[in-house]
């Protein structure tokens, strides 16, 4: 059984362009979670979702980002007209039953580095 | 609002000395807790997790408690080895709104020296 898996591992992107990250869960989890670690700080909650619904999105800054889970194919974080404050490791967990009973299982992360 | 510290930030021990990393965390009402292991420029790794209702935790050199009245956790490694070095976090379940989510701390730096 596959773990998470993210791509790209890498992104590079210049300010005003699109970054687009995706994450395919562990087979048979249906709970998605992405995190944001920023430079020097701790792992932060950004957005949970499950398949076609988002159930919070309370971490997600107002504007530019957005998530999506498809019933079909990965979960998609879009970051819209990035700016250098964007630059983080952005990490993405599944779950097979939500992390009130279950474990949360952690992607390898997709580092992102805004020019 | 939940806020978890670990303490210390960073930490330098011999390779075979037994090992203490603290966690604490603001707000009791959490449904578990989770150890986990990064390595520089990887993703994470868990280690243990504890469901509210249990003490503690055990996988191989590995021991988690969980004392959920006070607020506190600790991980203790047993004979340290140069390879146990990493960054390890903490972070607890909590459920807001029909919503759930991992709050973690800032980590504990882990350097054993050979």
């Known amino acids: 059984n596959a773990g998470v898996m993210q791509n790209p591992r890498h992104l590079v992107r210049r300010r005003g362009q699109e970054a687009r990250l995706r994450c395919s869960p562990m087979?048979?989890?249906?709970?998605v979670y992405w995190y944001r670690q920023l430079p020097e700080e701790g792992l932060k909650f950004m957005v949970y979702?499950?398949?076609?619904?988002?159930?919070?999105e309370s971490g997600m800054p107002k504007e530019r980002f957005s998530a999506e889970f498809p019933k079909e194919g990965p979960s998609i974080l879009r970051i819209q007209q990035v700016v250098r404050g964007d630059s983080a490791a952005y990490f993405c967990a599944s779950s097979p039953l939500g992390g009130v009973r279950g474990e949360q299982f952690f992607g390898p992360g997709t580092r992102l580095t805004v020019l | 609002k939940q806020e978890v510290t670990q303490i210390p930030a960073a930490l330098s021990v011999p390779e075979g000395e037994n090992l203490v990393l603290n966690c604490s965390f603001t707000d009791s009402a959490i449904y578990n807790l989770q150890w986990f292991r990064q390595d520089p420029g990887k993703g994470l790794t868990s280690l243990l997790l504890i469901q509210s209702s249990q003490r503690e935790q055990t996988s191989g050199r590995l021991n988690a408690s969980l004392d959920k009245s006070s607020g506190r956790s600790t991980l203790y490694i047993a004979a340290s080895q140069p390879g146990d070095s990493a960054t390890y976090l903490c972070?607890?379940?909590?459920?807001?709104?029909?919503?759930?989510?991992?709050?973690f701390g800032k980590g504990t730096k882990l350097t054993v020296n050979p």
């Open positions: 972070a607890v379940c909590i459920t807001q709104g029909g919503s759930e989510k991992l709050v």
């Open positions: 087979k048979g989890h249906s709970h």
């Open positions: 979702l499950q398949k076609e619904n988002i159930i919070d």
